[in-house]
């Protein structure tokens, strides 16, 4: 089976060897065959820091710094460039414009709707989630992965669900103990899960939520 062109996004740390475990995760399983892709690039946000870190000195992957402003333009000259068939966000903090949906997808470290949108992402998101726990409103995170639509028509993480994982809130949880849990789910999850999307187990026309395509009973967001 013909490896998919896969271009990861992630914004990582700009502090040196903080960030971009996902992206490294999702590298060593296509090179240990578990994932069924061809990673071109990793694209950050910051010049420096941990993903570049990881790309270039760990892993070999050719690194492309992605300055401002984030416009559409710049996103799909970056994929065109890359020859890419399917975009994965994996931590990528910023606004998204001008790519495909049908083929763009991102993992998300909190239950979605409740737990998505601006400021909702790594320790921020965390944090709210242990609140909600202490409060009596929710007993479960989640880690979710979703296709990603335009910035311009819904915001953050408003694109269609395809996939979710339950993670059981446990009684003096800090931000860090939920996040080890987290990634650690994430990191057996995401690679799974992105073989699906590559092989068309998931999928939708990128426009009707109506045509999403999934193996798992879910209500689309």
């Not at 996004?9 to 578990?34: C, D, I, M, W, Y």
């Not at 069924?36 to 570049?52: K, Q």
Request: proline share 6%; charged share 20%.
């Amino acid at each position: 089976m013909n490896k998919k062109r896969l271009l990861v996004f992630a914004s990582g740390e700009p502090t040196p060897g903080h960030g971009g475990s996902g992206f490294k995760n999702l590298v060593l399983k296509s090179r240990q065959g578990f994932l069924n892709a061809d990673i071109v690039a990793v694209v950050s946000n910051h010049p420096a820091g941990g993903v570049r870190d990881k790309a270039v000195d760990e892993l070999n992957i050719p690194f492309i710094h992605m300055p401002k402003p984030y416009s559409a333009e710049a996103y799909r000259r970056i994929v065109s460039e890359c020859q890419a068939e399917f975009i994965a966000l994996s931590g990528w903090l910023l606004p998204v414009r001008g790519l495909d949906s049908k083929k763009t997808f991102n993992i998300h470290p909190a239950d979605l709707p409740d737990f998505g949108g601006k400021g909702m992402h790594g320790d921020l998101a965390h944090q709210a989630i242990i609140e909600a726990f202490e409060r009596g409103k929710i007993h479960e995170t989640a880690i979710c992965m979703h296709f990603v639509t335009d910035f311009s028509s819904g915001g953050y993480d408003t694109g269609p669900l395809f996939f979710r994982y339950p993670i059981p809130l446990i009684e003096g949880d800090t931000v860090e103990s939920l996040r080890s849990r987290v990634n650690a789910a994430e990191h057996i999850c995401q690679p799974l899960i992105t073989n699906l999307v590559l092989n068309g187990v998931i999928g939708w026309d990128g426009i009707n939520r109506s045509t999403l395509t999934t193996p798992f009973l879910l209500e689309a967001v």
